[in-house]
């Protein structure tokens, strides 16, 4: 049995959008305006007389390296708008990476949590109770009949959007993913690639989260999309369990062939790995690999690009990140007990 379904849910995701009441949106407020945004959540979690005080470190955008950005980005701790915004976009982050409050992103405050596994509704309690915490000293853009107010029309509600991460390579060996995917977007779940909106979906890893915040209830939008999650887990377990029943020959071979590359590459790109990953990881799944998929999954992280240029110190062309990335594969899937 895996731990919290992570054969084939990689992570689970509550993010709650807010905005301050009269202040003006991110995308029209003054630069002094975004400081006193950053002022008010530093004082409502930093100053807060909360063990959560302690466990918080503060990102401040223009004070960061575009590699330390982006590698918050490839961490899932920070989205790549608020990346970008290096006049007054600033983050709060705990200390176990699975908190972050970002400000000044397209709402005054992105509230997010981040569990291993399929475990939305622990994420929900966590970021819920960070949600509270903030509203005993600031006061939310609120309306008594629409609910929070936002940036978008369409976070405007609950302005959650609960979302989990999902591995699926079995469905789209077969051909199944095309008609499952569309089969969720009509019951208001999107799904989107890897770092989420407007990318792609590589390795086969998809992110499907709610499309609708108003008119449910926070709780009736997780169990939807919880409910939708287990019926994709079902799906892709029954293909993989028929995939190897009537091809076994074929997927050992391919798995194997997988592996033999990420442990004996000299240049690797990303593409390339994710790929690879992808078999190597469903080679795991099914024992066909001695591999722990929880080692996979932080390699993966681990040899994206800005992550891959700070655990080498360097910064490297693209020609020579791909050298760097094939040596550090090959040395960390070859050292079983520490990938």
């Known amino acids: 049995m895996f731990r919290y379904d992570n054969d084939v849910v990689l992570s689970s995701r509550i993010r709650l959008a807010r905005n301050i009441k ?7 407020m003054t630069e002094e305006q975004g400081q006193k945004v950053i002022d008010l959540v530093k004082k409502a979690i930093l100053g807060s007389n909360t063990i959560l005080s302690t466990q918080f470190v503060e990102y401040d955008m223009k004070r960061l390296s575009p590699i330390d950005r982006q590698s918050l980005v490839e961490k899932h701790l920070i989205s790549p708008d ?4 290096t006049k007054n976009g600033y983050a709060l982050i705990k200390n176990d990476n699975t908190v972050s409050i970002m400000v000044n992103e397209e709402d005054h405050l992105r509230i997010q949590c981040i569990l291993e596994g399929l475990r939305l509704n622990e994420s929900w309690d966590i970021a819920d109770k960070i949600d509270d915490l903030i509203e005993e000293t600031i006061d939310y853009a609120y309306d008594e009949k629409i609910g929070y107010l936002t940036s978008c029309p369409t976070n405007v509600g609950t302005g959650i959007r609960a979302s989990v991460m999902v591995h699926l390579p079995a469905l789209t060996i077969t051909g199944q993913i095309s008609n499952i995917l569309n089969s969720v977007s009509k019951i208001g779940i999107a799904v989107r690639g890897i770092y989420g909106e407007g990318t792609q979906a590589l390795g086969d890893i998809y992110q499907i989260s709610n499309q609708i915040t108003l008119g449910q209830s926070e709780r009736e939008i997780i169990e939807n999309v919880e409910g939708v999650a287990r019926q994709i887990i079902f799906s892709e377990r029954k293909a993989r369990e028929d995939l190897y029943n009537k091809q076994k020959i074929q997927i050992e071979d391919r798995v194997g062939r997988a592996f033999g590359i990420l442990s004996h590459a000299k240049v690797m790109s990303t593409k ?12 795991a799944v099914l024992g066909i690999l ?3 998929i929880q080692k996979i999954d932080k390699l993966t992280t681990s040899i994206q690009p800005a992550n891959l240029q700070k655990i080498y110190g360097m910064q490297l062309d693209p020609y020579n ?5 094939a040596e550090y594969v090959v040395r960390q899937i070859n050292k079983k007990d520490n990938l």
Do not use: A
């Open 22 to 28: 009269d202040i003006p949106f991110p995308s029209v």
């Open 82 to 85: 608020l990346s970008q915004n």
């Open 272 to 283: 390339e790995y994710m790929t690879l990953m992808s078999d190597v990881r469903l080679g």
């Open 290 to 292: 001695d591999v722990e």
């Open 321 to 325: 990140r791909d050298i760097k990335r």
